[in-house]
T-cell receptor, first 114, second 113 residues
């Protein structure tokens, strides 16, 4: 069965622009979580969506937002990009709605802000 | 609040040697523990998980981990390392009722020929 698909794989944006990243979870997985990975901060939780509702949110500014559609696909948006937003953004889906069962991760979107 | 500590930033082992990666966690209740592996430029892959029951869990690629409640540890082991095991390894603890895991900072494994 297909894995978690993230698009695009790579993005280069200019400071001040906005960006939208997409994630298609494994079929049947209703929970989608987003993480930011940087060399300095490691893996940091952004938010989690379950059945189109944001269930958890990490400590990121309001410039970071997301949503989930009825088919469980999810998008995250970052507005007014800053240089520090350069990172690998990982999407992870989980069965049964809880991370307790473990995640299946996508390959990530590498965002570079210049 | 839950937290995970991986004391070793970088470990180098020779191919064929045994491996142990350390993980210590802090969590108020029975933890849900995981080990993930990440190859360069890729996402993370789940190696194994512990929920309850037998404290020695088997995973993919020949890895195993042992849960020790008294030491708050969940160390990852492999009896004989292969060159393809070179990667970054993350220990994580999962929340009991929500889609959030807390990850350690990772341990980079280098395998010498």
């Amino acid at each position: 069965k297909a894995g978690v698909t993230q698009t695009p794989r790579y993005l280069i944006k200019t400071r001040g622009q906005q960006v939208t990243l997409s994630c298609s979870p494994i079929s049947g997985h209703r929970s989608v979580s987003w993480y930011q990975q940087t060399p300095g901060q490691g893996l940091q939780f952004l938010f989690e969506y379950f059945s189109e509702t944001q269930r958890n949110k990490g400590n990121f500014p309001g410039r970071f937002s997301g949503r989930q559609f009825s088919n469980s696909r999810s998008e995250m948006n970052v507005s007014t990009l800053e240089l520090g937003d350069s990172a690998l953004y990982l999407c992870a889906s989980s069965t049964a709605g809880f991370s307790n069962y473990g995640y299946t991760f996508g390959s990530g979107t590498r965002l570079t802000v210049v | 609040a839950q937290s995970v500590t991986q004391p070793d930033i970088h470990i180098t082992v020779s191919e064929g040697a045994s491996l142990e990666l350390r993980c210590n966690y802090s969590y108020g209740a029975t933890p849900y523990l995981f080990w993930y592996v990440q190859s360069p430029g890729q996402g993370l892959q789940l190696l194994l998980k512990y929920f309850s029951g037998d404290t020695l869990v088997q995973g993919i690629k020949g890895f195993e981990a042992e849960f020790k409640r008294s030491q708050s540890s969940f160390n990852l082991r492999k009896p004989s390392v292969h060159w393809s095991d070179a990667a970054e390894y993350f220990c994580a603890v999962g929340a009991t009722n929500a889609g959030k895991s807390t990850f350690g900072d990772g341990t980079t494994l280098t395998v010498k020929p």
